[in-house]
Structures are given as structure tokens and as C-alpha cells.
């Protein structure tokens, strides 16, 4: 939004974008020294998740051998990213195979095979394009760890992830907006300096939603944990409402929003 103020406080990030179809479970096999917690970090669910896809009625007990279903995208997200994309594209690059890339994405080779029609053995061509299945859960993990660490409702995280960009890091807003928490770059310099204290890359995932739960968790309390303001802030700028008041669109998006966690 070209209204948005560009220093401290009066700090707006975003700039909503277009929402964004399709991807089965897919399975594992219990190798030597696997834990469930461990499986469900690797293939970014949770240990509930897990136990409840495959009926366990102890979580603590798994066998070596043992096929585990790893649950879809309907398992643990919230309601509302029912038939997004779940898949990321990845083009093949000289020296790839199909290891490099599943411990790339950090999901099991078997699994990428799989989606992709192929053999983990087999030889992927320089620019290809290989469909990279269970975005949504890898979203979901990080959004609701990153939520955890700053001390942050994940399902508020996650509706505004949602809200600005459809969880799509790749989307950039006509005003230069970056990523799932569509940060403004001039927003993202002045949370690297004054509250991560270290240089934050937007175009990085796990930098994005760091810089927008930071956002969020001080916008909270700088306006006394009152959501609805917090989110005005984010989207429009504390200091372009104290001039203008709150745009039609503005409210437009805290109600979404307020929408969106009610559906979580």
C-alpha cells in the first residue's frame, strides 16, 4: 500500500494476496532409532497427527519395520486451507537427484519418487520441474513452532500468513511486499535492527515469519494484547491511522482475519 509509513512503530507490512490443489498421505518405514517425535519434526506434523493416521494407542511405542501413514493435508491444519496447493515445484539443477532434493525439503525420498512418477534411483534431467508434495503441513510446522517461540497464538500466525499470502513465500505485492508474512523490505530492515538484532533475508521462509511473528508479538504490546488493533497495525500503520483513521480494507482484513482464526 503506498499510504503505509515507512519507520519504527507506525510499521505496516503486508499487502494481501491472491489465494492460491491436491496431494495424498504418504508413508514411512521405522528405521533403528526413530522416534515418533522424531519422524513427525522430519516430515513436519506432529505426534498427534501421527498417532491418530495410524491408530497408535501408545505414541511411545512404534516398531522397527512398522509402515506409518504420514497424514495429509487435512490433518492438523485449519479449515480453512482446504483445497489449496499442497506442493511446492522444485527445478532440477545440474548434479541433482532425487536424495539431494528430498533432504532438501526434508521429506522422505520414497515419498518425492512417488509424487513425481519416478524411482529414487532415477536420473533427473537439468530443468525439470519436480512437484514436491506436503507444503502445507511444512508450512503449518513453521508457522506454529515460529508462533511458539515468540510466545504467539499459532492460530493468529497463521491466519494473517494465510490472509496475506495465501502461505506462499514466493508471492511479492505490487508495493514489494515479501513472502508468507508479506513484509514490506523497509519493514523488515527496521525489525532486523531494532528487535531480531541480527540481519533477517526475507526471501527465506523461517527469516519471514521470524520478522512477522516479531511484528505481531510487538504490536501487541505496544497496543496492551488488543488483537483487532494489532492487526490494523500490521496491515495499515499505526501511523498512517492516527492520520487517517482506519481504511475501509482495513477493516475489511481484521475481520477476515478474526474470520480465519474462528476456523482454525
Same mark, same amino acid.
Given at each position: ?11 505496516? !507490512? ?17 528405521? %533403528? ?18 498417532? @491418530?493416521? $495410524?491408530?497408535? !494407542?501408545?505414541? &511411545? ?10 497424514? +495429509? $493435508? ?13 506442493? +511446492? ?19 522422505? %525420498? ?5 509424487? $513425481? ?15 514436491? %508434495?506436503?507444503?502445507? !503441513? ?7 513452532? /515460529?508462533? @511458539? @517461540? ?11 500468513? *494465510?490472509?496475506?499470502?495465501? *502461505? ?21 530492515? *527496521? ?7 541480527? %540481519? ?7 527469516? &519471514? ?14 497496543? #496492551? &494484547? ?9 496491515? @495499515? #500503520? ?6 487517517? #483513521?482506519?481504511?475501509?480494507? /482495513? ?14
Amino acid at each position: 500500500m503506498s499510504t503505509r509509513p515507512r519507520l519504527s512503530v507506525a510499521l505496516g !507490512a503486508t499487502a494481501a494476496a491472491a489465494l492460491p490443489t491436491a496431494v495424498a498421505a504418504t508413508g514411512y518405514v521405522v528405521r %533403528p532409532g526413530d522416534t515418533l517425535t522424531a519422524i513427525a519434526a522430519r516430515h513436519h506434523t506432529t505426534v498427534a497427527a501421527l498417532a @491418530q493416521a $495410524n491408530h497408535l !494407542a501408545d505414541p &511411545n511405542y512404534i516398531r522397527i519395520g512398522q509402515l506409518l501413514t504420514i497424514p +495429509d $493435508n487435512a490433518a492438523g491444519l485449519p479449515q480453512y486451507t482446504s483445497g489449496a496447493r499442497d506442493y +511446492d515445484t522444485y527445478t532440477v539443477q545440474g548434479g541433482d537427484g532425487l536424495l539431494k532434493v528430498a533432504r532438501l525439503y526434508g521429506i522422505d %525420498p520414497t515419498a518425492l519418487a512417488r509424487a $513425481n512418477g519416478l524411482n529414487v534411483s532415477d536420473h533427473l534431467l537439468r530443468g525439470s520441474v519436480l512437484h514436491v %508434495p506436503g507444503r502445507l !503441513a511444512r508450512i503449518n510446522a513453521l508457522l506454529s513452532q /515460529t508462533a @511458539q @517461540q515468540f510466545g504467539l497464538d499459532a492460530h493468529l500466525v497463521r491466519a494473517v500468513a *494465510w490472509m496475506e499470502s495465501g *502461505w506462499q513465500q514466493n508471492v511479492v505485492s505490487p508495493t514489494g511486499a515479501v513472502g508468507l508474512m508479506q513484509i514490506e523490505p523497509y519493514t523488515g530492515e *527496521w525489525i532486523s535492527r531494532y528487535l531480531a538484532k541480527r %540481519p533477517l533475508d526475507l526471501h527465506i521462509a523461517a527469516d &519471514n515469519v521470524t520478522a512477522g511473528c516479531m511484528l505481531l508479538q510487538h504490536l501487541l504490546a505496544i497496543h #496492551g &494484547n488488543n488483537i483487532q488493533a494489532a492487526l490494523a497495525a500490521y496491515y @495499515q #500503520g499505526d501511523g498512517s491511522i492516527a492520520r487517517h #483513521g482506519l481504511f475501509t480494507d /482495513t477493516k475489511r482484513y481484521q475481520t477476515v482475519v478474526m474470520a480465519l482464526i474462528e476456523r482454525s
